[in-house]
């Protein structure tokens, strides 16, 4: 089995005050030891589990002991708060990257820690998953999804990542001009798409779309 999560944020005090209500905890020991416990008896020794980032504060020892207890074959996309050393990789991950692409049944699932706005196939449908916002990020944009420990409050396995795919697609560039529905005047006055930089003839409705976005004349 392979599974996604991200922003454990062990040994990080402050994250119970950020997230109370995610992390009901009275301290950092017991949150700890109830995420350990819990992946423990799901994540089986040969099991993959991507962690996009930030899977504690900073690198202490007692970090590094504790993710040495973690089932599984671990596989780490670096995030903000994660300083390990290149030995200290190579021993807990199986595989340390700063991004990476997972493919898996025709799909690809784009991994970084931070949340992109265009990743590669999206306007095909393929999907983007990334940690660092905590469930607080107010722009959606279709197939891109948070897979932080805050959200779901568990490791989400690939088959259900996959299930979360959804028909819209991400325009390509992120132009979010419609297709044509009426014909152009080609004498009209035209104005340039501020972010796929064409320009549209004014009474177009691709030119009427480019207001919610941002326009300037040719």
């Excluded at 950020?18 to 799901?42: A, G, Q």
């Excluded at 420990?149 to 568990?154: L, T």
């Amino acid at each position: 089995m392979i599974y996604f999560t991200s922003d454990l944020h062990f040994y990080h005090v402050n994250i119970l005050k950020y997230n109370p209500d995610e992390r009901p905890f009275d301290n950092v020991l017991d949150m700890n030891e109830h995420i350990v416990d819990y992946w423990n008896k799901l994540v089986k020794p040969n099991d993959e589990v991507y962690i996009l980032g930030d899977v504690g504060v900073g690198r202490s020892t007692k970090l590094i002991n504790l993710v040495k207890t973690l089932n599984g074959r671990l596989h780490l996309i670096r995030g903000n708060h994660d300083h390990f050393k290149k030995p200290e990789e190579e021993e807990l991950f199986e595989t340390v990257r700063d991004y990476r692409v997972v493919h898996h049944n025709k799909k690809k699932i784009v991994c970084f820690h931070f949340p992109i706005e265009e990743w590669d196939g999206c306007y095909k449908g393929h999907l983007h998953l990334h940690g660092h916002c905590h469930g607080n990020l107010e722009r959606k944009l279709p197939n891109r999804f948070d897979i932080g420990w805050d959200v779901h409050k568990r490791l989400i396995p690939i088959d259900e990542v996959l299930s979360w795919e959804v028909d819209e697609r991400v325009p390509h560039h992120g132009c979010t001009d419609p297709v044509e529905e009426k014909p152009i005047d080609i004498n009209s006055p035209l104005v340039r798409c501020s972010q796929c930089n064409l320009l549209w003839p004014e009474n177009s409705d691709q030119a009427i779309s480019i207001h919610n976005h941002g326009k300037c004349t040719s």
